[in-house]
């Protein structure tokens, strides 16, 4: 069975045209699959006899919505998909001056095993494909109203491990007969996976790249990231200066204010130090507690902060949405397994 939410446009016309239609069908479906459509029948400008033949031929499974919960405070919406074969993903929307922005999740689970991060506590169980990433723009799209402006891939899972279907989905979510958002109007965050990071600035997209530094000392980033035992800050900082020098995109650091471990004034001043001669934005998050976890919120974020902009380095802190409704990283996915993992005991 063919999986025809992961073909792009090209794709989708050698298909159809392997089916004998002619290829001006490659543009129908494939505007279609952008708006979110449950079933062929729905593909209303096709044959019957075509809409027959591509039931037999494709799958075409929607995400339903397993829990949805809606913060009262600021309209954010978080969303537990479940997926055909039974998985659960996570996407939030998030409504800024600046347009809808959806957070979507790149894997189910995480294997990165980031020690601050409730997504990556069980593990991985599997990669999404091209189709699953861009259902979750769609559907979010399509349940809650808001048309979608903005998508980051900082939810569930590592998108530099899970590069191929990535890719391709930027390809669908871009295009014109799609849902046509820019690439200036997405980012994607990664932990450090420097083959990744390589690989994307050899696309040259002009999408925005967030790189969670978190530490900018060996010692202490391996201690809270064992991406860096394999990669480490140092290789990070000279692929990033190499990222900036072909693509010409300022990237975005982010950096969770952990008490008493990566707070400190030096640690302020080695981050500048490393990101001299490329303009760096480093982003400061306040940690979400994480009941698994040892790390406490700092209380020095607006000390560090001015010791960046000391340097001479744009430093905001993030505005924190949805604190109300769990929408902090796999949260939610979390309390779901859990209460699952009660009910079968
Ligand atoms: N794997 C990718 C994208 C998913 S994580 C990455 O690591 O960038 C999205 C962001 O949330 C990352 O910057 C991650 O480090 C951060 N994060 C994870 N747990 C957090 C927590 N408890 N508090 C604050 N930020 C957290």
């Given at each position: 069975m063919t999986?025809?939410?992961?073909?792009?446009?090209?794709?989708?016309?050698?298909?159809?045209?392997?089916?004998?239609e002619p290829a001006f069908r490659g543009k129908q479906v494939f505007s279609w699959l952008s708006r979110g459509v449950g079933s062929?029948?729905?593909?209303?400008?096709?044959?019957?006899?075509?809409?027959?033949?591509?039931?037999?031929?494709c799958i075409l499974s929607v995400p339903t919505v397993a829990r949805k919960q809606v913060s009262a405070?600021?309209?954010?919406?978080?969303?537990?998909?479940?997926?055909?074969?039974?998985n659960c993903i996570e996407s939030v929307l998030m409504r800024y001056h600046h347009g809808n922005t959806v957070c979507i999740s790149s894997q189910v689970g995480c294997r990165m095993g980031c020690a601050f991060c409730a997504s990556t506590i069980a593990g991985k169980v599997r990669d999404l494909t091209p189709g699953e990433l861009l259902d979750q723009v769609v559907f979010t799209q399509k349940d809650s109203g808001a048309p979608i402006s903005n998508i980051v891939l900082m939810g569930i899972g590592e998108p530099m491990d899970n590069l191929d279907a990535v890719l391709k989905f930027l390809e669908l979510v871009n295009h014109p007969d799609g849902l046509n958002i820019g690439m200036r109007h997405i980012s994607l965050s990664t932990c450090g996976v420097l083959p990744g990071i390589r690989r994307l600035a050899e696309q040259a997209l002009q999408l925005t790249l967030s790189v969670s530094l978190h530490a900018p000392d060996s010692e202490t980033r391996s201690r809270l990231m064992p991406v860096n035992r394999a990669y480490d800050?140092?290789?990070?900082?000279?692929?990033?200066?190499?990222?900036?020098?072909?693509?010409?995109?300022?990237?975005?650091?982010?950096?969770?204010?952990?008490?008493?471990?990566?707070?400190?004034?030096?640690?302020?001043?080695?981050?500048?130090?490393?990101?001299?001669?490329?303009?760096g934005h480093v982003n400061l998050i306040p940690l979400n507690d994480v009941a698994e976890s040892p790390f406490r919120p700092s209380r020095r974020t607006a000390a560090f902060q001015k010791r960046l902009e000391s340097h001479g380095l744009t430093a905001t802190v993030r505005r924190s949405l949805g604190g109300d409704i769990d929408a902090a990283c796999g949260q939610l996915r979390r309390k779901a397994e859990a209460e699952k993992g009660e009910d079968s005991q």
């Amino acid at each position: 069975m063919t999986d025809i939410k992961s073909m792009t446009l090209p794709e989708l016309r050698d298909f159809l045209q392997g089916l004998g239609e002619p290829a001006f069908r490659g543009k129908q479906v494939f505007s279609w699959l952008s708006r979110g459509v449950g079933s062929f029948d729905e593909m209303s400008n096709l044959p019957l006899s075509l809409r027959e033949r591509l039931k037999t031929a494709c799958i075409l499974s929607v995400p339903t919505v397993a829990r949805k919960q809606v913060s009262a405070k600021d309209g954010t919406i978080k969303y537990l998909w479940e997926l055909a074969d039974g998985n659960c993903i996570e996407s939030v929307l998030m409504r800024y001056h600046h347009g809808n922005t959806v957070c979507i999740s790149s894997q189910v689970g995480c294997r990165m095993g980031c020690a601050f991060c409730a997504s990556t506590i069980a593990g991985k169980v599997r990669d999404l494909t091209p189709g699953e990433l861009l259902d979750q723009v769609v559907f979010t799209q399509k349940d809650s109203g808001a048309p979608i402006s903005n998508i980051v891939l900082m939810g569930i899972g590592e998108p530099m491990d899970n590069l191929d279907a990535v890719l391709k989905f930027l390809e669908l979510v871009n295009h014109p007969d799609g849902l046509n958002i820019g690439m200036r109007h997405i980012s994607l965050s990664t932990c450090g996976v420097l083959p990744g990071i390589r690989r994307l600035a050899e696309q040259a997209l002009q999408l925005t790249l967030s790189v969670s530094l978190h530490a900018p000392d060996s010692e202490t980033r391996s201690r809270l990231m064992p991406v860096n035992r394999a990669y480490d800050v140092e290789e990070l900082f000279a692929a990033c200066h190499a990222y900036f020098e072909k693509t010409g995109r300022r990237i975005s650091f982010e950096y969770a204010m952990i008490d008493g471990v990566n707070d400190q004034d030096w640690q302020a001043d080695l981050i500048a130090k490393r990101l001299k001669g490329m303009p760096g934005h480093v982003n400061l998050i306040p940690l979400n507690d994480v009941a698994e976890s040892p790390f406490r919120p700092s209380r020095r974020t607006a000390a560090f902060q001015k010791r960046l902009e000391s340097h001479g380095l744009t430093a905001t802190v993030r505005r924190s949405l949805g604190g109300d409704i769990d929408a902090a990283c796999g949260q939610l996915r979390r309390k779901a397994e859990a209460e699952k993992g009660e009910d079968s005991q």
